[in-house]
């Protein structure tokens, strides 16, 4: 940044003296701006510290408790509390604080009674269930930031704006659920590159799957019977070890579900082919 402009004025035959000037007064400029950037973060990590000492006097411990009682020791039960508090408390945080809130206050939780259950649950995964949910909140009425911006910029009503776009990232919320039954998906214990490929590619096929069953379309627009099916191809693509628990294969021949799955994403696809829209009669 330095010199970057006596560079240019070297090359295109200027005075040498403006062009360094110049880029003092952009050096300068840079950390004033970044400064200025930096004390929202600022204040917002300070305000997660002082929930986080708070949590280390025993908050922690206690929303463990409610948590498990609420649950009444129900695995699913217990994932879907944890999720809308997280919504809840990341309802107006910064990303940062929003992690900073949820690793001190929920993922202990999901680890503590999981394991009460004899249920084993990946750190990483329960950071990342909170997290996703944490960062979720963002878009989710009534108090959604991200979704009061776009409507901002698109002139449009922020509840509504809130709304719809909820809908379009409610594709987001599987993922952490999966990421507590299928640790494969954050790579755990995966120490092949062709085997983490090959899950990273068949969890975007379930991906494209479960946004097709939420927003109700394809290549054309779902039928009413089409929508399970894609909640299936959902399922198989990122739950194999449970389809091969469920026909009694061993758990290494698990990803021998995967071409179940993607057969029915192509069935689907036969299905709505005949029916998708002509180029150019589809409105803007």
């Not at 590619?201 to 054309?220: D, E, L, R, Y």
């Not at 994403?265 to 998708?276: E, K």
Request: contains cysteine; charged residues 10%.
């Amino acid at each position: 940044m330095l010199f970057q402009h006596p560079v240019k004025a070297y090359l295109n035959k200027e005075p040498m003296g403006q062009a360094f000037k110049q880029g003092i007064t952009d050096l300068f400029s840079s950390l004033a701006s970044g400064g200025r950037n930096m004390v929202s973060v600022a204040l917002a990590t300070a305000a997660a510290g002082i929930i986080v000492g708070v949590v280390a006097l025993g908050l922690g411990g206690l929303i463990t408790q409610i948590i498990d009682t609420i649950s009444m020791g129900n695995i699913f039960l217990m994932l879907v509390i944890t999720a809308l508090a997280s919504l809840t408390i990341g309802m107006g945080l910064p990303t940062t604080a929003t992690y900073i809130v949820m690793a001190s206050l929920t993922a202990p939780a999901i680890v503590t009674i999981a394991g009460s259950q004899d249920f084993i649950v990946p750190l990483m995964s329960a950071h990342l269930f909170c997290f996703y949910f944490g960062i979720l909140a963002d878009d989710t009425p009534p108090v959604g930031l991200a979704a009061y911006a776009a409507a901002a910029i698109a002139k449009s009503p922020p509840i509504a704006t809130g709304i719809q776009g909820f809908m379009y990232d409610i594709r987001t919320a599987i993922l952490p659920f999966m990421f507590i039954f299928n640790s494969d998906l954050i790579l755990h214990n995966i120490n092949s590159w062709t085997q983490g490929l090959l899950i990273f590619a068949m969890a975007c096929m379930g991906n494209f799957a479960f946004a097709s069953a939420t927003q109700g379309w394809f290549v054309a627009k779902n039928k009413i019977y089409e929508v399970p099916l894609f909640l299936c191809v959902t399922f198989i693509l990122m739950r194999p070890d449970q389809i091969a628990a469920w026909l009694g294969m061993a758990h290494d021949q698990r990803y021998w579900a995967y071409p179940m799955g993607l057969a029915l994403f192509g069935i689907l696809y036969l299905m709505q082919r005949p029916r998708q829209p002509a180029p150019g009669t589809v409105p803007a």
